[in-house]
């Protein structure tokens, strides 16, 4: 039986893998090879944020690990923007300072903590970049919590892109998605491997399906969803956030 949600790893607990975990995330051409096709969704939702944002001077990272996003971000657009870098983990922190700055002339700023509970600036952010982070939200209310933030956050105009493991919605396909994630990562490590990424998984994190996800970015307040990727048990999408109506 899955581990229930009151029994997942604590924040402290899924920080401590992460400070273990600095180099894995520190490859911008492989991004987390434990990701189905992350190099390409990683790609997608940089190029999205610039097609759908006019303009980008300022950028969050939320669960920014080793700053992969971040800096594709910065490669792609080609101009230098202010980013703030969100994650539990200080080593992950230290090593995305550093990247992002040989990349970016923009202040660069780390902030070490749960996105959920860090005060940031209301309606600053063009850009906001969440990978492989929100699946560690837990029940309904902590995820219309923190989408909601998200919107709060989000500048009029500005967009939010996010790349995560997702569930399904029919207990057949999800089992049959699953089983084909298995594969995959048995091809890239063997059985063993397989079997310590889905213990992890069970431990730590609790995905929702894709389609909830948009139906909830609808819900908080954005205007356009879209889906750019979806492989297996991984997809990539976003909400633009509509422009503030003049008041003449």
């Known amino acids: ?50 097609a759908a944002t006019p303009r980008i001077d300022h950028v969050l990272d939320i669960g920014c690990g080793a700053g992969n996003n971040t800096i594709r971000l910065r490669q792609e657009c080609g101009a230098d923007f202010a980013a703030d870098l969100v994650d539990l983990s200080i080593p992950m922190l230290d090593r995305a300072r550093d990247r992002v700055a040989a990349v970016n002339g923009g202040s660069v700023r780390c902030i070490a903590g749960d996105f959920r509970d860090v005060d940031l600036p209301e309606g600053r952010y063009d850009v906001i970049l969440a990978a492989a982070v929100l ?35 029919t207990g057949a396909v999800h089992d049959m998605m699953w089983a084909r994630y298995g594969d995959y990562l048995e091809s890239v490590g063997g059985g063993a491997y397989r079997d310590e990424v889905f213990a992890y998984i069970d431990r730590e994190d609790s995905p929702r399906p894709v389609t909830w996800q948009l139906d909830l970015l609808r819900e908080v307040g954005f205007g356009g969803v879209e889906i750019v990727h979806k492989n297996s048990c991984f997809a990539a999408f976003g909400a633009v956030k509509a422009r503030e109506r003049s008041s003449y």
């Open 1 to 50: 039986m899955p581990t229930p949600l009151n029994r997942k790893s604590t924040i402290d607990e899924i920080r401590a893998r992460f400070d273990r975990d600095v180099e894995r995330f520190s490859t911008l051409e492989t991004g987390q090879v434990a990701t189905i096709d992350a190099p390409l969704a990683m790609e997608l939702i940089t190029r999205a944020a610039i």
């Open 135 to 169: 699946h560690h939200l837990r029940d309904d209310a902590d995820w219309r919590s923190a989408f909601a933030k998200l919107h709060v956050l989000t500048a009029p105009g500005g967009s939010v892109w996010i790349t995560d493991l997702v569930a399904h919605e």
